[in-house]
């Protein structure tokens, strides 16, 4: 069995590129829809499948899992790199 693994979006878009029966199973740090490799995070298609850590969709849930770890917490900041856009 041939599979392709890519950790960075432009490794994974390249592979999705270069072929549609190759399994392509990508780990990225950004989001994979906004990077054009999947459509959507639940139903990813064709031979590519994957797992990303900081998809821009989850930024809502981290918030709630940290007001519930530290419900005394008054204020709290989110840092981004505005160029970045994955984040």
């Known amino acids: 069995?041939?599979?392709?693994?890519?950790a960075a979006p432009p490794a994974a878009a390249a592979?999705?590129?270069?072929?549609?029966?190759v399994l392509i199973v990508f780990?990225?740090?950004g989001d994979p829809i906004n990077s054009g490799i999947v459509s959507s995070l639940n139903h990813p298609g064709g031979n590519i499948t994957g797992v990303t850590?900081?998809?821009?969709?989850?930024v809502s849930k981290?918030?709630?899992?940290?007001?519930?770890l530290v419900p005394s917490a008054t204020m709290i900041g989110f840092l981004v790199n505005a160029a970045e856009s994955n984040v």
């Not at 850590?53 to 989850?58: C, E, I």
């Open 1 to 6: 069995m041939n599979l392709i693994l890519a």
């Open 15 to 21: 592979a999705k590129r270069a072929t549609a029966s």
């Open 27 to 29: 780990v990225l740090g």
């Open 53 to 58: 850590f900081l998809a821009s969709t989850l």
């Open 62 to 68: 981290r918030l709630e899992l940290l007001r519930e």
